[in-house]
């Protein structure tokens, strides 16, 4: 297994010589290495077993890291930078030349850059001379960590160190925003929701179809998916069709006195249910149940990406 520690020399040292470590960031733990190393970008895909057309995020401690890596930057990319970084979102930018390697932006003419909110992760990159790739720390398709364990129990061996940083405070990956002809599309919904970004840019489109193609991460059919099957619907109609000894019930905010069940937030709050969603999908994992059944949130905040979260880990089964 992975040693696990707060040692930024440690890590940035392990990076340098071309490793991967495990870094914390304040939407989930990111698996690190030099992004512009293209041998540490395919450890990267080897230890997460990850196919090459799913392109990498590249963590920056700032927007003007980026000005190295690509032809301009939009306005209101530049905008929502000075807004949001460091935070949970991701802006996806014309890369420049190869300097960054076409591994990472799995062949496209474009990179998404992100700039975390977490001071371990900051430290870090502003110790470094290079940028970071750092998608989830976690097999392909699997459930996103957001504790050190959690990295440690699926990828240990395959990483020497786990930066860290305790319990991820926002616990859903972060929000995608790409540009068409300079205005901003969202590509993957995230920790920031639509709502705070249109109160900046005005009314944007949302891409919320899957494809086998992605130009950014989280848009496949299938991910995020824990162990054991997903069901999506109404839960007072999907219980009366399972055993309920056989279930296990993933709900809001609404209490079904059943042994093995989740509650993502007894008082209803969209930001304390995203803290908890990849942390009680996983919790299911362990339980003596054949299937996990879950519903829906209010469509609007944090609760939209919690949406698009559940529907593509029930991809398989729905």
Not at 134 to 163: M, R
Not at 242 to 271: C, M, T, W
Request: hydrophobic share 40%.
């Amino acid at each position: 297994m992975a040693e696990i520690g707060t040692d930024i020399k440690k890590a940035a040292a392990l990076l340098t010589q071309g490793e991967l470590v495990a870094i914390p960031t304040e939407t989930v733990y990111g698996l690190a290495g030099n992004a512009l190393n293209i041998d540490a970008v395919a450890k990267i895909f080897s230890a997460k077993n990850r196919p090459q057309f799913d392109p990498l995020i590249v963590h920056i401690p700032s927007l003007s890291f980026a000005k190295n890596y690509v032809h301009e930057i939009p306005k209101k990319a530049e905008r929502l930078a000075q807004l949001f970084w460091p935070g949970p979102l991701t802006l996806v930018l014309d890369k420049k030349d190869d300097i960054i390697p076409a591994l990472v932006t799995s062949g496209l003419n474009t990179v998404g850059f992100r700039s975390p909110d977490h001071p371990l992760a900051r430290k870090l990159l502003t110790a470094l001379p290079f940028p970071l790739a750092a998608p989830s720390a976690n097999p392909f398709g699997y459930v996103s960590p957001t504790t050190p364990e959690h990295v440690n129990e699926q990828l240990g061996n395959n990483i020497s160190y786990i930066l860290d940083g305790g319990t991820c405070s926002i616990g859903i990956e972060s929000t995608i925003i790409g540009f068409e002809e300079g205005e901003p599309v969202v590509l993957r919904l995230g920790g920031l929701s639509v709502e705070r970004i249109e109160a900046v840019t005005g009314k944007i489109k949302v891409f919320e179809h899957s494809t086998s193609n992605p130009v950014a991460p989280g848009q496949l059919k299938s991910h995020y998916a824990p162990g054991k099957p997903l069901k999506l619907g109404k839960l007072e109609e999907l219980l009366q069709h399972y055993p309920a000894h056989e279930v296990g019930i993933l709900s809001f905010s609404h209490d079904y006195n059943s042994k093995y069940q989740r509650i993502l937030s007894p008082g209803g709050n969209p930001e304390e249910a995203a803290r908890n969603l990849f942390q009680f999908l996983r919790d299911f994992d362990k339980m003596p149940v054949s299937i996990i059944l879950a519903e829906l949130l209010p469509d609007a905040g944090l609760g939209r990406a919690i949406n698009d979260r559940l529907k593509r880990a029930a991809a398989v089964d729905n």
